[in-house]
DNA sequence: ATTTAGCACTCCATTAAGACGAGTGCCAGC
DNA sequence: GCTGGCACTCGTCTTAATGGAGTGCTAAAT
């Protein structure tokens, strides 16, 4: 009896079912395995390791008279320690470069992205839109609308535009509000976003304790104050102010590009009408999923959730297959692919892996010439 | 015989049969209709009247002992001439006031009526951005990114933000950036993007005149020039390249905001997993859809297309009941809501058309303080 | 000249039964 | 510890039978 509950040989088997059940997508049986695998062993012998391995929890008998099906947890043990990895095919790669490369109109690279990983694995790409607090602060612009509505227009990273609308206290007359921008560009461009916000922070709190000191006596220079006039920085208070409220929080809309959706409505394993609707669902909810794909931001590397580990319904009979990429060394967003359970990871893996390099590569704005 | 091809007998017949058809789904017989229809009329009557139906193609057997379905030329004659419209539910109406109130922040009312559309319809609901040809500008904004790229940032209708990469034929420093911002802002602010577009076009033309007649000689100031000085003169001729550049055609990206495309696949008729699939290729592809949504945008008021009506096969299982939205009497743009052919006309017609209404007046600057 | 009742007929949907086959579990022998 | 053999299970496929909803047609009724 195969009491040493793990040894190389049901290793081995149970790598040969798995690969073979994802290529056939139905439960193997003993006899099948018995030819796949090199090793000259009787169905019978396989029956009984497989046996074992059901008792472990790593296979899955549909019923009686079916073959065996892995479980999530034969899948990970698959995956994490029996996958032999398989390089991209050269055309595979080819596409991903000139797909990817460093071109001056990068304005929809995560779009492009997202569409590569759906077009090459034949399954849904996603790709998170790059995290604004780690992104770099570029430009900042402010624009009035009516009385006390402004637009704030700010650039990061080279090509990204946000904008925002703000209220504001008073009414701000356009040159203001110039002034105003030209302040914050020169203190607070080319800081990361996150940073910006902090320092903002401070630079109000700081106020706030030499307002409470001097009390009244505004004409008082405090030190430390690198403005020259007192007018002048009453403005660059009421600057500070409104970059307080442009880059307040919540306005972190996380947010991501999914496509190729409709691949996933070719799978066997998703054909169930109720199944696949919950699935869009998420898809569209949202942040359900940009949940999932944040805890992947944490590790760096390829990570992979299969079928009930993300803890989402909706993905129940799923795996998600990500990894981060990175812009000046810094994590600043997750892409990856969403297919049924039974995917071929030792292909899926090295395009994700591959695709989150030359993203954060395309992104990196020291690629592109600076201003 | 009912030679006399569709009295008003038979005509109240379709209309029963068809209200019948969308609220059970089932094909409907002559018995189910002699009940419904409020006239004494024995079934082998209505069955005589139900065989003229079909032979005139409004009617239709899925086979011989089932009962009867509308055509696409039943529904249609429904739509066009039978169907009473029943006004909205207090309660919807409520919903889509609240939802589409002119507010400070109506940045996102695309997706809200959108959202509205689908939550209250139970389908999909879609809604076209404004079409940017028919929108004013408001302001235009450049900044330099690096070298000869620059990115143009342009404000419409107080709250679209838009933003475009282009290549300039030199290089320009800030300070010429900026100037010729302001030489467009002042001559352009609150023309439509076409009539700017057009207006620039014009412009450039005048000055090849200009150039060719006075071949070399630069220092003559021509005449209708507004400009004082010669080499002012040439910044706003750059002023005028950057904003052909930046208005250029093939920059109307046509886009929409699609919801609610989950509730579609609770539909028995949609249930055919390649149908759906179909159906929901062509909402991530978009040109089709777009392209079937702009010949709505031509005529004004609800306009509906059912199956195959559209010309697109993937929406041969579909109906779409559109309306025009316009801004300041001015159309410039579409939503609508697909869903199942067996659609409750009678309902949809009025949310449409009551939520465009609404659409096109929050958008409206004018409720909104001007500047 | 319509309308109606009656009747034979068609065709789908459901159910039941049987045959098939893939695969298992277990036992006895190698 | 591995293997062959064997009985058994269970899903799938095929076939047949039954029931019912609905039609088309014809002949009688209005």
Redesign the pocket.
Known sequence: ???QVLNE?SLQLLKALVERYISDG???????LSKDLGV??????I??V??DL?DLGLLH????????VPTVSGYRLFVDTLLTVKPLEAKDLTRLYQGLSVSDDNSDMIGVASRLLSELTQMAGVVTLPKRERVCLRHIEFLSLSNTRVLVIFVTNEQEVHNKIIHTSKVFSPAELQQAANYLNSIYSGRSLDAVRKAVLNELQEDQERMTKLSGTDLHLPEGCRAAKPDMNKGLLDAVKMAQLAFDQGNDKDDYVLTGETNLMGFSELSDMDRLKQLFEAFSQKQGVIHLLDQCMKADGVQIFIGEESGYRAFDHCSLVTSSYSVDDQVVGVLGVIGPTRMAYEKIIPFVDVTAKLLGAALNPKSTAPL
């Open positions: 009896m195969g009491n040989r139905q439960p193997v049986g003993s006899r099948a000259k062993l009787s169905p019978a012998t029956r009984n497989m046996a059901e008998s549909p019923h009686t008279s079916a073959g065996r």
